[in-house]
């Protein structure tokens, strides 16, 4: 069913989804909780689950009061944020900054089913935002199972009681749900060029691999595979095999007795003078000071 919205908000549909959860936080309590330590960089207000939503429309023309993150599992729908079309297919996560004038609407023979949260707080517009070079407002996560096992938990928590406590547990949650999407939209998906290609690098950080070679063993172009690494570890296949280098190479400070120069050699730095150098540029202090600093 179609409607066209006459006033600030309207809505296809009043009655409930089959099977849907649902959780509006008073808006009194709303207003407390903002101003509480645990939850004033970020609260929950609204939350829920709509299972094969036929129907369901939304137009807001002065946007919500909060930022609004949905995630569909199956079936899909279409949001409109300005002039733009985002379709929302499995796998799809939108964010709807607070105030921005929007609509969304499930297809009418495959409805969506959406997880989705309305947020506040200090801290939701940095949170949401392009994180780690992450354009928004639309991201494509690599495995849905994650972040859809954090929405049922939130929802859960706050189906028990809205407690002061209980929405302190949910804003935890909802903290560690948007770094997930954020994470899982940059983590290489299992078989894929880059995730083969990190898990060669892994495999052998007692070797230096050219990256002509290792673009070719997956298939790619230097170029095409040095780009993919800067998106998802921020810098190139060369500086991810170093920090595989220097992750093992603590870990041999740490637990051995080696030598710098066995151990120099076991991460695949044929000069120990080289790796001490190249181990303060990174930790500031060289293998014998990292070696008798205490830890834990």
Same mark, same amino acid.
């Given at each position: ?213 290792? /673009? !070719?063993?997956?298939?790619?172009? $230097?170029?095409?595979? @040095?780009?993919? *690494? +800067? &998106?998802?570890? =921020?810098?190139? #296949? ?26 120099? /050699? !076991?991460?695949?730095?044929?000069? $120990?003078?080289?790796? @001490?150098?190249? *181990? +303060? &540029?990174?930790? =500031?202090?060289? #293998? ?9």
């Amino acid at each position: 069913m179609d409607e066209t919205a006459t006033g600030e908000e309207a809505t296809s549909r009043t009655e409930g989804f089959r099977n849907q959860r649902l959780c509006v936080v008073p808006r009194p309590q709303v207003e407390t909780a903002l101003a509480q330590p645990g939850t004033r960089r970020l609260l929950v207000t609204d939350a829920g689950y709509f299972p094969a939503a036929a129907g369901h429309r939304r137009v807001r023309q002065r946007g919500a009061a909060e930022t609004i993150v949905m995630l569909c599992v199956a079936g899909s729908g279409t949001v409109l944020l300005g002039d733009a079309a985002h379709p929302l297919t499995p796998g799809a996560c939108i964010v709807i900054p607070a105030r921005q004038p929007h609509e969304y609407v499930a297809t009418r023979d495959d409805p969506w089913t959406i997880w989705w949260m309305h947020v506040r707080g200090t801290d939701v517009a940095e949170l949401t935002g392009p994180l780690l070079g992450i354009p928004r407002p639309l991201t494509r996560l690599r495995s849905i199972e994650g972040v859809a096992a954090l929405f049922d938990e939130l929802v859960g928590l706050l189906e028990r009681r809205l407690s002061p406590v209980q929405l302190v547990a949910a804003a935890g949650v909802a903290w560690r749900l948007l770094t997930r999407i954020v994470a899982d939209s940059i983590l290489p998906a299992d078989g894929s060029p880059l995730e083969r290609a990190m898990r060669f690098l892994e495999a052998r950080v007692d070797s230096n691999i050219p990256v002509a070679e290792l /673009a !070719a063993m997956v298939g790619l172009s $230097p170029s095409h595979l @040095s780009a993919l *690494f +800067r &998106r998802a570890t =921020g810098g190139g #296949p060369g500086a991810f095999h170093t920090s595989l280098k220097m992750t093992r190479a603590r870990s041999l400070l740490d637990t051995t007795s080696s030598s710098v120069s066995e151990i120099a /050699a !076991a991460v695949g730095y044929a000069d $120990p003078l080289y790796f @001490s150098r190249h *181990f +303060r &540029r990174v930790h =500031g202090m060289n #293998p014998t000071q990292y070696r008798a600093t205490h830890k834990g």
